[in-house]
């Protein structure tokens, strides 16, 4: 109980870096200094003021100094990656693997919200990443190379190729690069079998989603949905329900 309580706590803390990071990154911002400051009146914000979700309630959503309104997003990225440290933990343990999973989730939660504000995935996330999270599958989570090496490469082609057709069809781009180079990262990271599950799983999310919006907003089929966070959620669902997905698949059970 002790761990899984400190699991959460060290989650909560992580998600109040990337908050930052979601925030400076698309801008082209150091994630490191400036100190956290509030984004209306840019006064650094106060030890006891930066503690995760618990400061947001206690401020009653508003800055110490100036009375700016702070946004749900902050304890919601909290609150998040506060869940899944300890769901990561619950299924790893102290270990390696518990490390490698969580960094890789992190990763996700940062292009997920990233995504949705900006409606891109920025090359300094995706492009070492692949690469890193290549050989972390390969060196401490042991995935077969060749597993591995087939789903980066599967990953970024089959998004590559939907892409290519699409905009040969409607002679216009349906999906960014930025899409094809996360894919690709999953794929080498989770194995190129995740993939059944991660595109069935986020088509289907992504589908629903896009076609709700449009009728929320009265817009045509060019309605723009960002398909970054649909990935990411599938690819985090896979860490969790991958496993029994393919047995069902291959055995019917």
Known sequence: MVLNIFAFIFGAAIGSFLNVCIYRIPAKESIVKPLSQCPHCHHPIRFFDNIPIISFLILHTKCRDCGGEISWRYPLVELITAVLALLLFTRFGLTLDFLVFFIFTAVLIVIT???????????????????IFFLAAIFIVKIPW????????????VLFTIAFVYEMITKREGMGGGDIKLLAMIGGFLGWKSLIFVLLFSSFAGAIVGVTAMIIKKQDTKYAVPFGPFLSAAAVAYIFWGDAFMRYLVLGY
């Open 146 to 157: 060749l597993e591995a090496l087939i789903g980066l490469l599967i990953g970024g082609g």
């Open 113 to 131: 919200f990233i995504d949705i504000d900006h409606q891109i995935i920025p090359d300094v996330l995706s492009l070492p990443g692949i690469p």
